[in-house]
């Protein structure tokens, strides 16, 4: 049985929301009644996820901003704010990722993932904080398995979303007072996703990939969403600092040698 989720009236912003599995998640929230706020760097990308949400709920609309510039993410969240009113669900999900050796990379290259990743999100969150609904507001980061499975190929994407799921937790310490939960949710292997196709850029390989998970499929972006709705609803009101995997098991296996596939 589907259990429905209501979030009719209700503020919603996604912090990278434009495309892939953030999108997938600013769509379920907007058919289950809510109001949604996008953002990414790239405004036609803004421009079509605002087309696709508006079919679905009740107001839907977005902004370009780049999550490494703090003034930019401040002024984008205050503009969201004036239109929404107050959050009650912030999702915080820019990510950036490539395959690299930790030796085969520039300093650059890896600066720019922990830019976008720890940075972007810690300046969505320390922007957010006063626009959010207190109490009641849900604030979930987008995290990786990364965070916590070190991978080949990965030392710049494990820092960054280790640094991620910290923020989590201690943003779910200092916040809990003002009755704000913070958690992560941490998906695996989805299809469809410019990740996926990064880190599994053949049929063998996905293969592979699919193969090795213990539910034998790839989970798709719904599946991420629907671990979202549920979090940001009062099923799970007692629920905050928690690291949460949709992976179909795949953090089960243990650390990861993308050398099978990129050697």
């Not at 929230?29 to 087309?51: L, N, P, W, Y």
Request: glycine fraction near 12%.
């Amino acid at each position: 049985m589907t259990v429905p989720f209501d979030f009719s009236g209700k503020a919603v912003f996604v912090s990278g929301g434009t495309s892939g599995i953030n999108l997938g998640i600013a769509q379920a929230f907007a058919e289950a009644g809510a109001r949604v706020g996008v953002m990414s760097r790239s405004q036609e990308k803004v421009d079509a996820a605002i087309d696709l949400l508006s079919r679905h709920g009740e107001q839907a609309i977005g902004f370009a901003a780049d999550v490494r510039d703090y003034a930019a993410v401040e002024s984008a969240l205050k503009a969201a704010h004036g239109e929404l009113g107050e959050f009650h669900v912030l999702i915080s999900g820019a990510a950036g990722n490539f395959p690299a050796k930790a030796l085969g990379m520039s300093a650059n290259a890896f600066k720019s993932v922990v830019d976008i990743d720890l940075m972007g999100t810690y300046h969505v969150l320390r922007a957010a904080y006063p626009l959010l609904i207190r109490p009641g507001a849900s604030v979930i980061n987008i995290s990786a398995p990364q965070a916590y499975i070190p991978m080949a190929y990965q030392m710049h994407v494990c820092a960054a979303k280790a640094g991620v799921d910290m923020i989590t937790r201690v943003g779910a310490l200092e916040w809990g007072g003002a009755g704000v939960r913070v958690n992560s949710v941490v998906p695996g292997p989805i299809e469809g996703t410019e990740g996926m196709a990064r880190l599994a850029p053949t049929a063998e390989s996905l293969a592979r990939v699919t193969e090795s998970l213990p539910l034998k499929r790839l989970g798709t972006t719904r599946d991420v969403a629907d671990c979202c709705l549920w979090l940001c609803s009062p099923m799970a009101s007692f629920v905050t600092g928690a690291v949460i995997p949709v992976d179909g098991g795949s953090s089960l296996r243990g650390a990861s040698d993308l050398g099978r596939v990129f050697d």
